[in-house]
């Protein structure tokens, strides 16, 4: 069956760095589109970023562009988040997610696969 494990998830200073990694199972994982998203307590899931099959197009949310990068090692099963400057309003559950469309997108509802997700804090 398909799975996603996510790992990484720290409790970080503000200003702080963090990466987080996606290991996919149970599928193709060099055909698919992955994204990061994150939801924060009592706040509707968010797209934080995007990458196709080929780790050649990518997105990412307003809020973390010039912060956040996103990355895929399709040998390794894996896909990255490598997060700058982290904020207190970063603070929350990241998860990542796979999606049946070529271009993938920022919108939770076209993912139908999902990891259990990662706790992030920043805070001082």
């Known amino acids: 069956q398909v799975q996603l494990v996510e790992s990484g998830g720290d409790l970080v200073h503000p200003g702080g760095s963090l990466s987080l990694s996606c290991v996919g199972s149970?599928?193709?994982?060099?055909?698919?589109?992955l994204g990061w998203f994150r939801q924060a307590p009592g706040k509707e899931r968010e797209g934080v970023s995007t990458i196709n099959f080929a780790g050649t197009i990518t997105e990412y949310g307003d809020s973390v562009k010039g912060r956040f990068t996103i990355s895929r090692d399709n040998t390794k099963n894996t896909v990255y988040l490598t997060m700058m400057d982290l904020r207190p309003e970063d603070t929350g559950v990241y998860y990542c997610?796979?999606?049946?469309?070529?271009?993938?997108?920022?919108?939770?509802?076209?993912?139908?696969?999902w990891g259990q997700g990662t706790q992030v804090t920043v805070s001082s």
């Open positions: 149970g599928f193709r994982f060099k055909d698919y589109g």
């Open positions: 997610a796979r999606t049946p469309l070529t271009i993938p997108t920022l919108r939770p509802v076209t993912y139908n696969y």
